[in-house]
Protein backbone atom coordinates (compact mmCIF):
# COMPACT_ATOMS: atom_id res chain seq x y z
CA UNK A 1 0.00 0.00 0.00
CA UNK A 2 0.56 3.46 -0.88
CA UNK A 3 2.17 5.64 2.16
CA UNK A 4 1.88 9.27 2.46
CA UNK A 5 2.52 10.26 6.26
CA UNK A 6 3.18 13.81 7.61
CA UNK A 7 5.56 14.68 10.42
CA UNK A 8 2.46 15.89 12.91
CA UNK A 9 -1.14 15.51 13.16
CA UNK A 10 -1.60 18.55 15.70
CA UNK A 11 0.44 21.94 15.91
CA UNK A 12 0.44 24.46 17.85
CA UNK A 13 2.69 27.90 16.90
CA UNK A 14 2.83 31.40 17.53
CA UNK A 15 2.76 34.53 15.22
CA UNK A 16 5.33 35.50 13.40
CA UNK A 17 7.16 31.97 13.96
CA UNK A 18 8.60 29.89 10.82
CA UNK A 19 6.90 26.66 10.26
CA UNK A 20 7.47 23.54 8.93
CA UNK A 21 5.73 20.67 7.84
CA UNK A 22 6.88 17.52 6.33
CA UNK A 23 5.62 15.11 3.82
CA UNK A 24 7.10 11.70 2.84
CA UNK A 25 5.64 9.03 0.49
CA UNK A 26 7.48 6.03 -0.19
CA UNK A 27 5.52 5.02 -3.24
CA UNK A 28 8.37 6.84 -5.48
CA UNK A 29 5.53 9.10 -7.30
CA UNK A 30 6.67 11.68 -9.34
CA UNK A 31 3.88 14.44 -8.32
CA UNK A 32 3.43 15.53 -4.96
CA UNK A 33 0.74 18.29 -3.51
CA UNK A 34 -0.17 20.57 -0.54
CA UNK A 35 -3.61 21.60 0.43
CA UNK A 36 -5.31 23.51 2.78
CA UNK A 37 -8.72 22.89 3.89
CA UNK A 38 -11.12 24.79 5.74
CA UNK A 39 -15.13 25.02 6.47
CA UNK A 40 -16.84 25.94 3.59
CA UNK A 41 -14.63 26.65 1.38
CA UNK A 42 -13.23 22.48 0.24
CA UNK A 43 -9.71 21.95 -0.34
CA UNK A 44 -7.84 24.25 -1.80
CA UNK A 45 -4.30 23.54 -3.94
CA UNK A 46 -1.28 25.81 -2.18
CA UNK A 47 1.65 24.15 -4.07
CA UNK A 48 2.56 21.67 -5.94
CA UNK A 49 6.28 19.58 -7.00
CA UNK A 50 6.07 17.51 -10.45
CA UNK A 51 9.79 16.29 -9.82
CA UNK A 52 12.49 16.57 -7.61
CA UNK A 53 13.53 20.75 -7.22
CA UNK A 54 10.45 21.46 -9.56
CA UNK A 55 7.92 23.68 -8.03
CA UNK A 56 5.16 25.32 -9.48
CA UNK A 57 2.08 27.59 -7.67
CA UNK A 58 -1.32 27.03 -7.07
CA UNK A 59 -4.22 28.95 -6.29
CA UNK A 60 -3.05 30.13 -3.09
CA UNK A 61 0.08 30.32 -2.59
CA UNK A 62 0.82 33.60 -0.88
CA UNK A 63 2.43 33.01 2.27
CA UNK A 64 3.86 29.88 1.78
CA UNK A 65 7.05 28.56 -0.02
CA UNK A 66 7.91 24.19 -0.62
CA UNK A 67 11.21 22.67 -1.04
CA UNK A 68 11.34 19.34 -2.57
CA UNK A 69 15.37 18.46 -2.57
CA UNK A 70 14.77 14.30 -2.80
CA UNK A 71 12.03 12.78 -4.31
CA UNK A 72 9.78 11.18 -1.34
CA UNK A 73 9.77 14.17 0.39
CA UNK A 74 7.92 17.78 0.08
CA UNK A 75 8.08 20.24 2.95
CA UNK A 76 5.59 23.25 3.02
CA UNK A 77 7.11 26.42 4.78
CA UNK A 78 5.17 29.43 6.22
CA UNK A 79 7.70 31.97 6.46
CA UNK A 80 6.48 34.18 9.20
CA UNK A 81 2.85 32.41 10.11
CA UNK A 82 -0.16 34.32 10.98
CA UNK A 83 -3.34 33.57 12.22
CA UNK A 84 -5.22 33.24 8.98
CA UNK A 85 -2.99 30.10 7.98
CA UNK A 86 -4.85 28.24 11.05
CA UNK A 87 -6.19 25.25 9.24
CA UNK A 88 -5.75 21.47 7.99
CA UNK A 89 -3.18 21.15 5.53
CA UNK A 90 -2.89 18.01 3.88
CA UNK A 91 0.16 16.43 1.59
CA UNK A 92 -0.63 13.89 -1.39
CA UNK A 93 1.56 12.14 -4.02
CA UNK A 94 0.69 10.82 -7.41
CA UNK A 95 2.71 8.99 -10.13
CA UNK A 96 2.26 10.22 -13.93
CA UNK A 97 2.74 6.49 -15.12
CA UNK A 98 -0.29 5.04 -16.55
CA UNK A 99 -2.76 6.77 -19.02
CA UNK A 100 -4.99 9.38 -17.57
CA UNK A 101 -3.71 8.93 -13.61
CA UNK A 102 -5.89 11.23 -10.96
CA UNK A 103 -5.31 8.97 -8.49
CA UNK A 104 -3.93 10.66 -5.67
CA UNK A 105 -2.85 9.43 -1.99
CA UNK A 106 -3.25 11.68 0.78
CA UNK A 107 -1.58 11.97 3.76
CA UNK A 108 -3.57 12.13 7.40
CA UNK A 109 -3.25 15.70 7.24
CA UNK A 110 -1.46 18.17 9.96
CA UNK A 111 -4.17 20.13 11.82
CA UNK A 112 -2.07 23.85 12.88
CA UNK A 113 -3.23 26.43 14.92
CA UNK A 114 -1.32 29.65 14.87
CA UNK A 115 -2.06 31.73 18.10
CA UNK B 1 -9.46 23.95 -15.80
CA UNK B 2 -12.50 22.42 -16.25
CA UNK B 3 -15.08 23.89 -13.55
CA UNK B 4 -17.63 21.24 -11.44
CA UNK B 5 -20.79 21.40 -9.74
CA UNK B 6 -22.18 19.55 -7.46
CA UNK B 7 -24.81 19.34 -5.08
CA UNK B 8 -24.08 20.55 -1.77
CA UNK B 9 -25.51 17.82 0.16
CA UNK B 10 -27.97 14.84 0.38
CA UNK B 11 -29.50 12.52 2.29
CA UNK B 12 -30.54 8.94 2.47
CA UNK B 13 -30.92 5.19 4.43
CA UNK B 14 -29.53 2.68 4.64
CA UNK B 15 -30.01 -0.02 2.12
CA UNK B 16 -30.58 2.80 -0.99
CA UNK B 17 -28.83 3.45 -4.00
CA UNK B 18 -26.76 6.91 -4.13
CA UNK B 19 -26.36 8.92 -7.39
CA UNK B 20 -24.54 12.02 -7.21
CA UNK B 21 -24.29 14.06 -10.32
CA UNK B 22 -21.76 16.57 -11.30
CA UNK B 23 -21.28 18.97 -13.78
CA UNK B 24 -18.50 19.58 -15.96
CA UNK B 25 -19.66 21.59 -18.71
CA UNK B 26 -15.97 22.82 -20.42
CA UNK B 27 -14.13 19.39 -19.77
CA UNK B 28 -11.32 19.10 -22.24
CA UNK B 29 -10.60 16.07 -24.78
CA UNK B 30 -7.80 15.16 -22.40
CA UNK B 31 -9.53 15.71 -18.91
CA UNK B 32 -10.50 12.15 -17.34
CA UNK B 33 -13.23 12.53 -14.30
CA UNK B 34 -12.40 11.50 -11.06
CA UNK B 35 -14.42 11.07 -7.38
CA UNK B 36 -12.65 11.02 -4.17
CA UNK B 37 -14.71 10.00 -0.67
CA UNK B 38 -13.53 11.93 2.40
CA UNK B 39 -14.35 10.96 6.13
CA UNK B 40 -14.08 13.61 9.07
CA UNK B 41 -10.10 14.15 9.88
CA UNK B 42 -9.30 12.15 7.17
CA UNK B 43 -7.59 12.57 3.89
CA UNK B 44 -9.66 12.54 0.68
CA UNK B 45 -9.18 8.54 -0.73
CA UNK B 46 -10.00 8.10 -4.48
CA UNK B 47 -12.71 6.45 -5.29
CA UNK B 48 -13.00 5.72 -9.18
CA UNK B 49 -12.37 7.42 -12.42
CA UNK B 50 -13.20 7.59 -16.05
CA UNK B 51 -13.15 8.89 -19.31
CA UNK B 52 -16.21 7.65 -20.88
CA UNK B 53 -19.49 5.70 -20.58
CA UNK B 54 -19.67 3.10 -17.61
CA UNK B 55 -17.06 2.16 -15.16
CA UNK B 56 -17.82 -0.20 -12.33
CA UNK B 57 -15.23 -1.40 -9.20
CA UNK B 58 -15.95 -2.64 -5.99
CA UNK B 59 -17.08 0.23 -4.49
CA UNK B 60 -19.14 2.65 -6.92
CA UNK B 61 -20.20 2.99 -10.90
CA UNK B 62 -19.13 5.97 -12.83
CA UNK B 63 -21.34 7.16 -15.58
CA UNK B 64 -20.35 9.30 -17.98
CA UNK B 65 -23.25 10.34 -20.92
CA UNK B 66 -21.15 10.79 -24.82
CA UNK B 67 -21.30 14.11 -24.43
CA UNK B 68 -19.03 13.95 -21.09
CA UNK B 69 -20.49 17.69 -19.82
CA UNK B 70 -21.51 15.61 -16.62
CA UNK B 71 -21.18 11.95 -15.03
CA UNK B 72 -22.85 10.31 -12.19
CA UNK B 73 -21.48 8.58 -8.91
CA UNK B 74 -23.54 5.57 -7.93
CA UNK B 75 -23.24 3.90 -4.74
CA UNK B 76 -25.43 0.73 -4.37
CA UNK B 77 -26.97 -0.33 -1.09
CA UNK B 78 -25.45 2.31 1.31
CA UNK B 79 -24.51 2.12 4.73
CA UNK B 80 -24.75 4.07 7.71
CA UNK B 81 -20.23 3.91 7.28
CA UNK B 82 -20.45 5.85 3.53
CA UNK B 83 -21.70 9.16 5.61
CA UNK B 84 -19.09 11.12 4.21
CA UNK B 85 -17.94 14.28 1.48
CA UNK B 86 -17.80 13.16 -2.08
CA UNK B 87 -15.71 14.98 -4.85
CA UNK B 88 -15.46 15.33 -8.61
CA UNK B 89 -12.68 16.29 -10.17
CA UNK B 90 -11.76 16.65 -13.90
CA UNK B 91 -8.18 16.93 -15.22
CA UNK B 92 -5.75 15.38 -16.90
CA UNK B 93 -3.55 12.87 -15.33
CA UNK B 94 -0.78 13.16 -17.64
CA UNK B 95 -0.17 16.51 -17.72
CA UNK B 96 2.83 17.46 -15.81
CA UNK B 97 1.84 20.54 -14.78
CA UNK B 98 -1.30 18.84 -14.00
CA UNK B 99 -3.58 20.34 -11.18
CA UNK B 100 -6.97 19.14 -9.92
CA UNK B 101 -9.31 21.52 -7.93
CA UNK B 102 -11.66 20.37 -5.36
CA UNK B 103 -14.64 21.94 -5.11
CA UNK B 104 -17.09 22.21 -2.28
CA UNK B 105 -17.74 18.17 -2.44
CA UNK B 106 -21.23 16.64 -1.92
CA UNK B 107 -21.87 15.64 1.68
CA UNK B 108 -23.79 12.46 1.76
CA UNK B 109 -25.97 11.70 5.06
CA UNK B 110 -26.81 8.04 5.66
CA UNK B 111 -29.73 7.70 8.38
CA UNK B 112 -30.95 3.85 9.74
Known amino acids: DVKVTQSSRYLVKRTGEKVFLECVQDMDHENMFWYRQDPGLGLRLIYF???????EKGDIPEGYSVSREKKERFSLILESASTNQTSMYLC??????????????FGPGTRLTVL | LAKTTQPISMDSYEGQEVNITCSHNNIATNDYITWYQQFPSQGPRFIIQ???TKVTNEVASLFIPADRKSSTLSLPRVSLSDTAVYYC?????????????FGGGTRVLVKP
Open chain 2, 89 to 101: LVGDGKAAGNKLT
Open chain 1, 49 to 55: SYDVKMK
Open chain 2, 50 to 52: GYK
Open chain 1, 92 to 105: ASRTTVGQGNNEQF
